[in-house]
């Protein structure tokens, strides 16, 4: 991992020539195309987020709010191992068009939406298409330059991969408020399809340009076999098994994270067993298959197995911070939810930023090794000083806190791809980079699951400490649940609810101990007054 042309655990041919050149107007219109298809399908991961309570109202099913991203991230996760192999053995071109069209098919329908099951089935093939295009956009750019030139394109394919994240939920919003109005097609309260519809030109641009420019024999085949003998080779059981068991890791992830199901319910629990078995049969029937999905020596080489698990920290811990520093600017800090956007972005912007500069370094030294140790370093204080930060931090403090963090996650966003990638010969770059991708997709689920239990749990204890015991022992259990509810930091009707009732019962107490008198009434009232006012 030491330099561009030579890996040093790797005996394995990786500073080999791509076989296929581009050049000129050719190479600009596939490098523009590969862009906006990363860009668009990452895009679609974080721009319905701002637009979904538009379109909760619009289509009636609030009760499935979060399967409306659940869908797509479930989908297009299960699909980035699988395709990576595919494309290895039958090439990428072919499947990056149809993957292309499936996600500007699943783009069109999920604007046309009637119904909340329709929108969820919808952004389920939206994901498909997705998860085709993020898988093969980072392997073709490896596919067309040779290893000593892969950075300087990795990197900027990690800053549009960063871009998308920084720029999704706020482009969400201005379409679902300003998004332009079609007769009756899309009205006032529909202007949300446009975070859809907006997908479907630019998309056609992109499959025209592919198909035209981009050449079937870009890749090197990792099997001479044709028609029927190469399908006959292709692992069916290994792709079920995997996507079985992603379904089900994530599944089971995501209810206890959302607290859909307590992590001790027999859902959770049977759903994360069955995800344990299926993986461990996928494991099995891999040391078997002629072609694996997932080759298992791919561990061996010592750049890929830590360039992979980076892959699965890095997005642990970006979005793990990316889902919960707003729960902590505005419920701790009591920064208004605009205002939370916008102290996040320094972070997101920073991330880019040390992405593109980590692209220019490695351009220039021919070495990533540094870089990778320097920006782990670099992330790990920046994520030390966060977790340190307490309700007396200013905001100031917080930001400053949030751009180190940045700096040091941005550049894992190419380099890793490009570690993993020159470690490995032609003939595995599409499995190889695919599963970076698919752990880096995992890791965002485990992050917000293993983040978001801890900071429940926490705030739960925490809150009910702070409760006086008088008032714990004559609370009923539903009502001490709602008193120790985190809602209580966010949500200020809740809130208010809350305190409300807290000093009614105060009130109710303090006058329950006025002695009896002549003065009793006005006593108890003065007391009860006191009481509310707090």
């Known amino acids: 991992m030491e330099t561009m042309s030579s890996p040093s655990t790797s005996s394995q041919p990786a500073a080999e020539e791509s076989g296929h050149r581009l050049h000129g107007g050719a190479l600009i219109a596939v490098i523009t195309a590969l862009m906006l298809t990363l860009l668009l399908e990452a895009l679609d991961q974080t721009v ?14 609030f009760d499935r709010y979060t399967w409306a991203i659940t869908a797509y991230t479930l989908a297009s996760t299960t699909m980035i191992p699988v395709v990576g192999k595919l494309s290895d053995q039958f090439g990428r071109k072919w499947f990056l068009l149809v993957g292309t069209a499936i996600f500007l098919l699943g783009s069109a329908l999920s604007g046309a939406s009637q119904t909340m099951d329709q929108f969820i089935a919808f952004r389920a093939l939206q994901g498909l298409g997705a998860g085709i295009g993020i898988a093969l956009a980072f392997v073709l750019v490896a596919d067309m330059f040779p290893p000593a030139e892969r950075a300087k394109w990795q990197s900027l394919f990690g800053v549009v991969y960063g871009f998308s994240s920084l720029v999704g939920p706020t482009l969400g919003g201005w379409l679902t408020d300003h998004g332009p109005l079609v007769g009756t097609l899309v009205t006032e309260t529909t202007r949300w399809r446009w975070v859809f519809y907006i997908n479907v030109p630019v998309g056609i641009i992109v499959l025209a340009a592919l198909l035209i420019y981009l050449p079937s024999n870009i890749s090197a085949r990792s099997s001479d076999h044709t028609g029927w003998a190469a399908v006959r080779r292709i692992d069916f059981p290994g792709a079920l098994l995997s996507a079985a068991g992603t379904v089900c890791l994530l599944l089971g992830l995501t209810w206890g994270s959302n607290a859909i199901f307590e992590w001790s319910s027999p859902q959770v629990i049977g759903i994360l067993v069955a995800a344990a078995v299926l993986f461990g049969a996928f494991l099995i029937a891999e040391r078997f298959a002629v072609e694996p999905i997932l080759p298992l020596d791919l561990f061996r080489n010592q750049v890929f197995a830590v360039a992979a698990l980076l892959s699965l920290l890095q997005l642990m811990v970006l979005v793990g911070l990316i889902v919960y520093l707003p729960l902590f600017l505005q419920g701790v800090l009591g920064v208004s939810a605009t205002n939370a956007g916008a102290v996040i ?3 997101t912007v920073s991330s880019v930023i040390g992405a593109a500069v980590a692209g220019g370094v490695i351009v220039a030294l021919k070495r990533y090794q540094l870089i990778t140790i320097l920006s782990a370093l670099v992330m790990t204080v920046g994520v ?15 930001i400053i806190f949030m751009v180190i963090a940045g700096i040091g996650l941005g550049p894992f966003f190419s380099v890793l791809t490009i570690a993993a990638q020159n470690a490995l010969p032609r003939t595995q770059l599409g499995i190889g980079t695919s599963a970076v991708r698919y752990l880096g997709q995992l890791g965002s689920v485990l992050g917000v699951a293993i983040v978001g239990t801890v900071v429940n749990n926490t705030l739960a204890s925490d809150i009910a400490s702070r409760l006086p ?10 009502g001490f649940k709602a008193a120790t509810s985190p809602q209580v930091l966010v949500n200020p009707t809740y809130r208010d609810t809350v305190v409300h009732t807290a000093q009614r019962f105060a009130a109710q107490n303090a006058a329950a101990h006025v002695p009896p008198g002549p003065r009793h009434d006005q006593v108890a009232a003065s007391v009860a007054t006191q009481a509310m006012g707090w």
Not at 48 to 61: E, H
Not at 469 to 478: F, G, K, M, Y
Request: charged residues 5%.
């Open 48 to 61: 319905v987020g701002t637009a979904l309570p538009k379109i909760i109202g619009s289509l009636q099913g």
């Open 345 to 347: 972005t320094p972070m």
């Open 384 to 398: 030390f000083l966060l977790i340190t930060m307490t309700p007396t931090t200013s905001l100031f403090e917080a």
């Open 469 to 478: 015991a008088s008032v714990v022992n004559r609370l009923t259990p539903a």
